[in-house]
């Protein structure tokens, strides 16, 4: 899809025409979710999400399912993490204004965090592809936050932490789960040191035998750590095949039926069960990068 809402939408529209899928797993991020989710609806096509975090992805649908917990609560957990465990009074948030989950997590960690006695001292915004935040970083030190609150994807979230350290602003910076992955430490370096996240998934958390057996194959295959991204996609295509098998039947319908009936299912990333709405019910877990590598600090149940 290149991370293009209208290549997303052409991409399912071929799958269900010409394809004749049953299922389709995907895609990973909200705004090409939302943006193809209208023609699994209308088809009647069952479509499971790995990390669409965005409330809005599965809003009034019958068909569009997620694996992954939703941005309000990652925005309560994250603005909870902030004034309890940081003991920040003050937050700047610096997000990407044309990516749906940026914008939906920042409007949930701002809710949260100025309900919960906080005060957002500073706003700033970007978008997707831009690489020299001076002017946003320069905005913010102004302000002297407690914290930096930073709702965005690791290649972003990498390079503002390079500039903020260059330009003397050493705060806390949070984030969300789409920084997880080995390409922050890759580019960020030290600077992403001591980065905290609400995050799907570490691999010191694993604890089921699908999971330990998933872990081993995927070391195995890749020679790399499985990241948050890649334990999420496996649960979302071992949550359809265990609807499949469940409905005894591949007619798209009797999947949906059997996917909405998943309770206690023991995943990759922890046990999912699936509410009518089409969320995932499921802990979360907190992460930091510590020594070049991500951390797992703890989980915190929904």
């Not at 390079?159 to 390409?183: H, N, S, T, Y």
């Amino acid at each position: 899809t290149k991370s293009d809402k209208v290549d997303a939408a052409n991409a399912m529209s071929r799958l269900i025409e010409r394809e004749k899928v049953v299922a389709v797993l995907g895609e990973m991020i909200s705004g090409d979710t939302i943006a193809a989710s209208d023609y699994a609806e209308r088809a009647k096509i069952p479509m499971i999400s790995p990390t669409a975090t965005n409330p809005i992805v599965t809003q009034g649908k019958k068909f569009v399912f997620r694996v992954c917990f939703i941005d309000p609560e990652q925005g309560r957990v994250g603005a909870k993490l902030a004034r309890e465990n940081l003991k920040a009074k003050t937050a700047a948030i610096i997000y990407d204004i044309s990516q749906d989950y940026c914008v939906g997590l920042k409007t949930f960690f701002q809710r949260d965090f100025v309900k919960s006695g906080g005060k957002i001292v500073s706003e700033t915004m970007f978008k997707t592809g831009d690489r020299d935040f001076t002017p946003q970083l320069s905005r913010i030190k102004s302000m002297n936050p407690d914290v930096i609150y930073a709702p965005i994807y690791y290649t972003e979230c990498a390079l503002i932490a390079k500039q903020a350290r260059e330009m003397g602003l050493d705060v806390p910076i949070l984030a969300g789960d789409g920084v997880q992955a080995p390409e922050l430490m890759q580019l960020g370096g030290k600077d992403v040191e001591g980065l905290y996240f609400t995050a799907h998934f570490h691999e010191d958390m694993v604890d089921t035998p699908l999971a330990k057996k998933f872990l081993e194959m995927c070391k195995k295959d890749t020679g790399v750590e499985l990241d948050s991204f890649a334990a999420q996609a496996g649960d979302a295509y071992f949550v359809l095949v265990d609807a499949i098998k469940r409905a005894g039947s591949t007619d798209p319908e009797k999947i949906r039926d059997a996917i909405v009936q998943t309770k206690d299912f023991q995943g990759v990333t922890g046990k999912i069960t699936m509410k009518p709405d089409g969320n995932a019910e499921k802990a979360m877990v907190i992460n930091k990068v510590k020594d070049g590598k991500f951390v797992y600090v703890t989980t915190i149940m929904p």
